[in-house]
Structures are given as C-alpha cells and as structure tokens.
C-alpha cells in the first residue's frame, strides 16, 4: 500500500533529504505507506500513514524506481473526485453540519450564499479520501476529465498537498 504525495520543493529541502522522491515542475512527488487497512480501527485510507525515509528503503532492499512505480500504480487505483467549487463547499459544510459544527441556522445562511456566487470556471481535483489528493492531477486522465468539464484548457493551483483548485483559462 504504497502511494504518492505532492509537496512544494522549495519549501521542503530538508524533508527531501531524508526521502526518496521524484521532481514535477515546482514540486515533488515523495512516498509513504498507508496503514489504514490494519485492524485497529482506522476506516478513512490516508488517516494512518509512515513516510518513505531512506532507511526504510535500505532495510528493505528496494529501489527508488520500484517504490515509484508502485505508488504510481496504485495511484491509477485511486477514485479521483472533482467537482465544482461550489459543490466542494457544500460537501464540506454538510459534513460540518452532520459532525454538529453548524447549526441548522447557519448552514441554511451558508448555502445561500454558495448558491449566490456559484462561479462554473472554477473547480477542485481531490480523490476520494481528500487527503493528498494534489496527486491526482499525476493522472492524465483526471485532467482531461476536468477540461471537458470545464469546456478547455485550465490552470492549476496547488493549494494544499490535498486538493489542487481548476480554473478556467477562459
């Protein structure tokens, strides 16, 4: 269960010291073992992870190429969720209601005013978990899927090592 993450490069040199990792653009891909499926009650992928150190690449006799391979693999598994940034929001805001965040009140008074400034340039790109989905955009099918939603080519924002924001170059 070996899977991919993004981070900032320029932000990361020292982390990137001890990891393996693989350079995209501005960023870096670095690996990391997700544990989620132990039994010991953990249900969210992602939630229960230990990062790809190179000690542990070494006591395990594998190589940077094998572990990317892997991750890339099993990236290819990974259901990607993207979606208008409205409809993000109201996700975000049902779960807040449902985890009683919100009140009834304040949620009503929130959707309406997602509802009043939807804007169909904009988009996020996140997989299913919503933890390091930025990944996703490794993927191209994932993209391709966003520019026929949104009629075109697009721009790229990674805001977070958990989702990245599309926007419409139009």
Aim: glycine share 4%; charged share 25%; net charge negative.
């Amino acid at each position: 269960h070996i899977y991919v993450s993004l981070i900032n490069t320029a932000r990361n040199k020292a982390l990137l010291n001890t990891r393996p990792s693989r350079s995209f653009f501005d960023l870096s891909l670095i690996f990391y073992i997700d544990l989620t499926e132990l039994p010991i009650g953990f249900n969210r992928p992602g939630l229960l992870s230990i990062p790809l150190t190179y000690d542990l690449i070494n006591k395990y006799k594998v190589t940077e190429d094998e572990i990317y391979d892997i991750a890339m693999k099993n990236l290819f598994k990974v259901k990607p969720v993207c979606n208008y940034m409205h409809e993000y929001l109201v996700d975000l805001l049902v779960e807040k209601l449902k985890e009683n965040q919100l009140s009834g009140e304040e949620f009503g008074r929130l959707i309406r005013d997602i509802e009043n400034d939807k804007c169909p340039d904009f988009m996020y790109l996140t997989n299913e978990t919503r933890i390091r989905g930025s990944a996703m955009m490794l993927n191209p099918d994932n993209l391709l899927k966003a520019s026929e939603q949104l009629g075109g080519d697009f721009y790229i924002l990674p805001s977070s090592v958990h989702e990245l924001i599309l926007i419409s170059v139009s």
